[in-house]
């Protein structure tokens, strides 16, 4: 059996065990974990959705543990009844439901392998995924997701059924394979007796591949990362560690994409090892209904991306402009912010903790902020997938709301650096888990990492496993990075908190042969100009540097960028004394021209040698979006669609 990876999705891969400590920890798989939390939890509720209760009303309608894997059984027992076999695989594309939840683990309980898709992925696409993982069945929410399955079915030789939840589906469709409801659907494996689901859960082993996650592909066809069962039951278990004790009291709210690992990990597979409550968003929740709910809910944990708390804080700032508070007022909230932020920066690990000795009054000040916000009983926010502002983090420090950075990938089944409530150091991603094992490469600075949570290997992609897992057992991250050596000298190094500095692939190679970070030098840009909400650096074979700037502007329904200024953009129109209201506009404004020019002196100032100074920008028509492929899922850049995209401003640059 080979040890190191595999790219077989039926093939069994040795578990990575450690001798000691975490790295030692039983292995097991997802569905004796579920089981046990089943024996442990099973009166408690699990899961939350609001739904139409009848008389136009959304009211919360719930599950228990065990009645949440009572329908994860029928949905598995009805995928046997149409001939799914042992490691075949079952693709999910919609929003966050229960449903979502049932597949998922109803592809696990059948001993098959379960693949979310990205809800905005295009026809062609979806078909990619589901031709790669040979999907047999495909479940869908609503006739919107469902119209892409009917345009590619046909093509889909795997293919048995569709699955539809949310909603009916439209009886006048056609289609090459059977089409039903997900209620129908749970209905074909009524005779199928439960010793079959007990068959294929005793041949399952953790070293069998349990999950695929694809990469939102920032170049070429997305890969499928190979997620084992002791990955997914290793890393929940190991991550919850590094917090305080989760338990069926606890609950926190779905609205990420769950095809992406963190949503997995956070939404399916730590509340299954603590047994925490899960409430489901509605679709729009980015779209401004998750503040509602994070009122409603109360979550005790909570995860954004950074966009997420960007978009806070804006909201945030523009309610504090609004709000013409009394002198008195203003002082008094100042005077709390600063006390917690001290407390907060004396909490960094290293810093030896304790709070002034007035916190207690500014608690009680900044707990009305926190309730506003729906996050009064959040022992832990997160934050990761991509950079996020130091400003942000030092104004959330500030009401007393600490955001733990994190980092991790697909193919270390999610977290591997984390700040944690008890250690934590701003402006950082953490320290790395408990039993895993991580070093900087010398020749490049990559961040390299090793433990029983990386991946099995990139499904039918040996040359591109290859790549990425080294003979050693290796990960390399294609991540550069540093770790700080001012840390417990009794753990062996790197032990310290983990900084990203740039990505390999992402490096800019000058005509003159320096190699450039961008991203350290976006992040500088960033900060020398709050109105900035984008920007790329440009250079690569180039004789100079050159940056692209977007402006914080209001996005359309469907997500795209308008060329209206909303937020910290129109703040600083006004405080420079500009009438720009469009992107438009501040183009042609002397003032916004003296602003990137300061700006970009300022954040020149910041850079290490000559060769990483910007010497011209220009000011894009938007801002970057997923919707216009610039951003991923995720919301990582894609350079090449945005170079692409904005050519001509670029040339424009260097002519």
């Known amino acids: 059996m080979n040890t190191i990876y595999c790219t077989e999705p039926s093939k069994e891969l040795q578990v990575r065990m450690g001798t000691e400590g975490a790295a030692a920890l039983p292995s097991m798989t997802v569905m004796d974990r579920f089981d046990k939390t089943c024996a442990e939890f099973g009166d408690q509720q699990a899961l939350h959705e609001k739904q139409d209760d009848g008389t136009g009303s959304l009211k919360w309608k719930s599950w228990t543990w065990n009645e949440y894997r009572g329908e994860v059984d029928r949905f598995a027992k009805s995928l046997i009844s149409i001939g799914f076999e042992a490691h075949d695989s079952v693709n999910i594309i919609g929003f966050n439901a229960p449903s979502w939840f049932f597949a998922n683990m109803g592809a696990i309980a059948a001993g098959g392998v379960a693949a979310g898709i990205y809800t905005t992925n295009l026809p062609e696409a979806c078909k990619y995924v589901s031709e790669h993982s040979k999907a047999k069945v495909v479940v869908v929410e609503g006739n919107k997701q469902l119209s892409k399955y009917l345009q590619i079915a046909k093509d889909l030789k795997n293919l048995k059924a569709l699955v539809v939840y949310g909603e009916a589906p439209n009886p006048?469709?056609?289609?090459?394979?059977?089409?039903?409801?997900?209620?129908?659907?749970?209905?074909?494996?009524?005779?199928?007796?439960?010793?079959?689901?007990?068959?294929?859960?005793?041949?399952?082993?953790?070293?069998?591949?349990?999950?695929?996650?694809?990469t939102s592909g920032t170049t070429g066809n997305p890969k499928a990362v190979m997620i084992s069962h002791d990955n997914l039951c290793w890393t929940s278990s190991v991550m919850l560690s590094t917090i305080d004790a989760l338990g069926p009291q606890d609950c926190l709210i779905s609205y990420l994409p769950l095809s992406h690992i963190a949503a997995q990990m956070l939404d399916l597979h730590c509340p299954m090892v603590s047994g925490s409550q899960v409430y489901?968003?509605?679709?729009?929740?980015?779209?401004?209904?998750?503040?509602?709910?994070?009122?409603?809910?109360?979550?005790?944990?909570?995860?954004?991306?950074?966009?997420?708390?960007?978009?806070?804080?804006?909201?945030?700032?523009?309610?504090?402009?609004?709000?013409?508070?009394?002198?008195?007022?203003r002082n008094i909230g100042a005077w709390a912010k600063g006390k917690a932020m001290s407390k907060n920066m004396k909490a960094q690990f290293g810093e030896g903790g304790g709070a002034p000795m007035t916190f207690f009054i500014a608690k009680k000040i900044l707990g009305k902020i926190r309730a506003a916000l729906g996050l009064q009983r959040c022992i832990a926010c997160y934050t990761g997938a991509a950079p996020i502002e130091r400003k942000v983090l030092d104004y959330f420090a500030s009401i007393d709301i600490p955001i733990l950075e994190l980092f991790g990938q697909s193919e270390c089944t999610g977290p591997h650096t984390v700040n944690t409530p008890t250690a934590w150091k701003i402006g950082t991603c953490g320290r790395p888990l408990p039993g895993t094992e991580s070093k900087i490469d010398p020749a490049n600075g990559e961040i390299c990492y090793r433990g029983?949570?990386?991946?099995?290997?990139?499904?039918?992609?040996?040359?591109?496993?290859?790549?990425?897992?080294?003979?050693?057992?290796?990960?390399?991250?294609?991540?550069?990075?540093?770790?700080?050596?001012?840390?417990?000298?009794?753990?062996?190094?790197?032990?310290g908190f983990m900084s990203i500095t740039g990505r390999i692939k992402e490096l800019i190679i000058t005509a003159g042969g320096e190699n450039i970070p961008p991203v350290m030098i976006e992040n500088e840009f960033k900060i020398a100009m709050p109105a900035v909400a984008n920007c790329m650096v440009i250079g690569d074979k180039r004789k100079f540097l050159t940056i692209c700037l977007t402006l914080s502007v209001e996005m359309n329904d469907d997500g795209s960028p308008t060329n209206k200024l909303t937020g910290q953009a129109l703040e600083t129109a006004k405080s420079i004394g500009s009438t720009a209201t469009t992107t438009e506009e501040a183009k042609s404004c002397a003032k916004f021209e003296q602003y990137f020019n300061k700006g970009m002196e300022t954040a020149n100032g910041q850079t290490t040698s000559r060769a990483q100074r910007v010497a011209k920008w220009t000011l894009l028509n938007g801002d970057f979006s997923e919707s216009t492929g610039e951003l991923t899922p995720t919301l990582k850049l894609k350079r090449s669609v945005a170079a692409t995209n904005h050519s001509e401003a670029i040339e424009a640059m260097y002519k």
């Open 172 to 214: 006048a469709h056609k289609c090459s394979v059977p089409i039903h409801s997900f209620e129908d659907f749970l209905k074909l494996g009524d005779q199928i007796p439960a010793s079959k689901l007990v068959e294929r859960k005793q041949a399952q082993k953790p070293g069998h591949c349990c999950t695929l996650i694809y």
């Open 280 to 329: 489901f968003a509605q679709p729009d929740a980015l779209r401004g209904s998750l503040g509602l709910t994070l009122k409603e809910v109360k979550p005790t944990v909570f995860f954004g991306v950074p966009r997420v708390w960007e978009k806070i804080y804006e909201k945030m700032q523009e309610v504090a402009k609004v709000n013409n508070k009394s002198f008195v007022k």
């Open 452 to 495: 029983r949570h990386i991946f099995m290997g990139y499904m039918y992609m040996a040359d591109k496993t290859k790549e990425t897992i080294d003979e050693e057992g290796w990960l390399h991250s294609g991540d550069v990075g540093k770790f700080d050596e001012d840390d417990d000298p009794n753990v062996v190094k790197p032990s």
